[in-house]
């Protein structure tokens, strides 16, 4: 790196760092545009972007000097697993909607991978869409840009000026209103000096997704009706919506609103999620969604993103950080008798290990910092702000490119987040081991880097800590980011934690913990928290993920999102998301093994970062949320088969049309125009969803499509309940029919408290001959 761009960048760090010592608004902004002075004097500049790189959301790679002079630039160094950067692409969101391109502010995503498969680019374009980040990003897959600026952790924004020089640098997580005063100021100042543009930049490329029913579904689970038959709950997290369907894959309900997320409790037709991850039954008719009073309710949670040091609280007042899973548990515990005072045991970090051994995780620790895949040196204290993921290496740079060094010290904000120490006397009926029945919810918090816990009726929790009914708490995590095992839960440390599934044969939670690349456990009865399969041994190493089948840590794993317990076979279900597999653990000789996956195309086994699984009630399947293929797939047990769940519209609900199919004769001449005038009109008491699109998707004869048959589009959305839709024949040498066109309309329709994706669909029969008309126009009517 050169000197002078170094000592600027540092410069940068930090003032920024410093400038949270004031309080006094004026007093900063002062500050800002004196240090905005000095550096606006330097002939510093980052240089400009490597010839090659890819982009996404705009039509050609960007410049410094084409396109960005004159503009103050924001580049976000993030790579799409970090839950951190996902954190602040809100505050990403607001500044745009404050300052555009016209105003001469740019945001620019740097997409500088930690796991190999985050850096295909099909993986990345597909992470934009989920995430729904529309500005310009460039895959930095071989850290060139990392590595010259110096970045060190996931996420940091690099402010820079219209010239291309470094103004701030914001490390990890950070507050809003911190972003939009630097921009705010510099606006103002570079404004008045004349520097800004308000030149466009080029537009965006066109990119799609052709939507089913399902986007990107994150999580499925099931459970066993009154009448014996299986309901299934399907996360479907890119609509904003949950689908409830029934093993054959009818859709009984849909609840909430494509493409229009919120966060709003009601029925199911006025209900809003914003996408939805974790799912769990308690009951056949509750899924924390009342599918008896087709009702949405809040059980926990304010809507506000909770900070690592946030104090347990009740119900709607509770705020949480990035909920990734839920997992019910009923199960027996022992009853206290006389209790006289709620305790609370704080204990210091003791040995630990992995399930039981004394391996080398079990030091009083630091905070977490990311060690690097290779070398791994001793632990050391971490050079970021808690909210931040960190690695000690930067991504692979370029041949010759030396890595960055660290950046100074920052202190952690380590929070047990407990209750004040109480006493606790028991009498000696305790040994009459009386047992009750206890209902909790497993929450993984993968933002906070815990497992917290929501409690249904007035418990003792591990016997040492009182918890009123409706409270939400952690209890296993310290908030460090590490994979930390310890015999005191509130002394080991998570990465992330992403998926649940509980042994009720054991008492044991299993956690997908995805960015230390393992599977976890917690011990129901004592709190103990150990390792599975997966990670490595020094609890600071983050980067020791692979796709290796074996035992221990010797079986390694890219990002696990969901985990699911086999009670029949005691075996252990693992969507190893970032390998695209399946994997099996045999809890006995605590082997993994690639179960799923891993095939070639149009294999069904080929999965594309599955990001959530369950077992069926009755044991014999395996549900599997293909997030990135947009479906849930099906994996017979017995017989290892793999088949699609396709979900169809139910055709007997109350109030609803059926799915139908109406075959029209229709005649053209050869080269002739087909104008297909689509309606959809309403029947009494039904609705359109509110936000929902409602679209049609046009099959034109496979043979000699593009060569023959021709159309604009092939798909749309109706505009006001219309839509047109032009068709042209083949030429003479085509002659040969009649040809089918099938013109297939899905509606998102409400009825009676309900919603539902209903599709209709009208099959032409075209006849091509030289004596037919040269125009035919036909009003497709789809009545509902």
């Given amino acids: 790196m050169d000197n002078n761009l170094e000592t600027t960048l540092n410069a940068c760090a930090t003032f920024t760092e410093s400038l949270a010592a004031s309080d006094c608004r004026h007093e900063r902004k002062e500050r800002i545009k004196c240090f905005l002075h000095k550096v606006a004097q330097q002939p510093v500049s980052v240089g400009d972007f490597k010839v090659g790189l890819e982009w996404f959301n705009c039509k050609e790679p960007l410049s410094f000097t084409r396109h960005l002079k004159g503009k103050i630039v924001v580049l976000d160094f993030f790579t799409y697993c970090c839950i951190n950067c996902l954190h602040i692409i809100p505050h990403l ?162 609840i909430g609103c494509p493409d229009k997320p919120g966060l709003v409790d009601g029925d199911f037709e006025v209900a809003r999620f914003n996408a939805p991850q974790g799912l769990s039954f308690s009951t056949p008719h509750l899924l924390y969604v009342d599918l008896r009073k087709k009702t949405v309710f809040t059980l926990v949670g304010n809507g506000l993103q909770a900070s690592v040091n946030v104090s347990q609280s009740s119900g709607a007042a509770q705020s949480l950080s990035s909920p990734w899973d839920l997992c019910f548990i009923r199960r027996k515990v022992l009853a206290p008798q006389n209790i006289t005072q709620p305790f609370l045991c704080i204990c210091p970090p003791a040995p630990s290990g992995y399930r039981g051994s004394g391996e080398e995780n079990n030091k009083p620790f630091p905070p977490a910092t990311h060690l690097p895949a290779s070398s791994v040196p001793p632990p050391q204290p971490p050079p970021f702000p808690m909210s931040s993921t960190l690695p000690s290496s930067p991504p692979p740079a370029a041949s010759g490119m030396p890595p960055p060094p660290p ?52 418990t003792m929790w591990w016997g040492k800590e009182f918890f009123s009914a409706g409270v939400c708490a952690n209890v296993a995590g310290s908030g460090n980011e590490a994979n930390r095992n310890n015999a005191y839960p509130l002394s080991a440390s998570f990465a992330q934690p992403s998926g649940l599934s509980y042994c009720p044969s054991n008492d044991e939670l299993f956690i997908a913990d995805s960015e230390s690349s393992s599977v976890r456990s917690i011990n129901m009865k004592t709190g103990k928290v150990s390792g599975v399969v997966g990670g490595s041994k020094k609890p600071d190493d983050l980067f020791s993920f692979g796709d290796v089948d074996g035992v221990g840590y010797n079986a390694k794993l890219q990002h696990p999102l969901g985990v699911a317990w086999h009670e029949e076979s005691k075996n252990i279900f693992v969507a190893d998301s970032y390998n695209h597999k399946i994997k099996k653990i045999n809890l006995h000789t605590m082997t993994c093994s690639t179960y799923a996956g891993g095939g070639s195309a149009p294999d069904l086994a080929l999965f594309n970062e599955p990001g959530g699984l369950c077992v069926s009630a009755d044991g014999a399947k395996l549900y599997v ?66 936000g929902a699109p409602q679209r049609w998707s046009l099959h034109l004869p496979g043979k000699h499509f593009n060569v023959s048959w021709r159309t604009e589009s092939l798909n749309g959305t109706l505009d006001s309940r219309n839509a047109e839709v032009y068709i042209t024949a083949p030429p003479a040498q085509y002659s040969g029919g009649p040809h089918e066109i099938k013109l297939t309309l899905k509606s998102f329709l409400c009825a009676d408290g309900a919603c539902k994706a209903v599709t209709s669909s009208l099959l032409f029969s075209v006849a091509c001959s030289a004596d037919a008309p040269n125009s035919v126009e036909y009003k497709a009517n789809f009545t509902v």
């Avoid at 809003?176 to 606006?187: A, P």
């Avoid at 965006?204 to 994150?218: D, E, N, Q, V, W």
């Avoid at 209750?419 to 009750?436: D, M």
Wanted: aromatic fraction near 6%; include cysteine.
């Fill in 93 to 254: 969101r607001q500044l745009e909607k404050r300052f555009s391109v016209k105003d001469g502010v740019v945001i620019i995503g740097v997409h500088s991978a930690k796991f190999d498969n985050e850096k295909d680019s099909g993986n990345i374009s597909a992470a934009l869409q989920r995430y729904d980040i529309s500005h310009p990003v460039v895959n930095d897959c071989d850290g060139i840009l990392w590595s010259k600026l110096g970045i060190s952790c996931w996420p940091t924004l690099l402010i820079l000026g219209p010239n291309g020089q470094p103004l701030f640098q914001l490390v990890g997580e950070f507050e809003e209103k911190v972003l939009f005063e630097l921009i705010n100021v510099s606006v103002d100042y570079f404004g008045q000096r004349g520097e800004l543009s308000s030149h466009h930049l080029p537009p965006p490329s066109a990119t799609s997704i052709i939507r089913g029913p399902l986007l990107f579904p994150g999580k499925v689970t099931t459970v066993i009706q009154d009448d014996g038959s299986e309901l299934i709950a399907i996360a479907n997290s890119g609509l904003h919506s949950l689908i409830i369907a029934s093993a054959d894959g009818t859709i009984k309900y849909i």
């Fill in 407 to 458: 950046p100074p010290p920052l202190s952690s904000n380590l929070s047990s987040n407990l209750l004040p120490p109480q006493t606790l006397t028991c009498s000696a009926e305790n040994e009459a081991k009386e047992f009750i029945e206890q209902e909790i919810l497993a929450i993984a918090m993968a933002g906070s880097h815990q497992i917290w816990v929501y409690f249904f009726q007035d």
């Fill in 625 to 690: 949320a293909d997030t990135n293929n947009h479906c849930i797939k099906v994996i017979c047990l017995l017989t290892s088969s793999v088949a699609e769940l396709k979900l169809l519209s139910d055709e007997q609900a109350p109030g609803i049309s059926p799915v139908c199919t109406v075959t029209v004769p229709l005649s053209v001449n050869f080269n002739g125009k087909i104008i297909l005038k689509v309606n959809l009109s309403l029947s009494d008491g039904i609705k359109l969803t509110e």
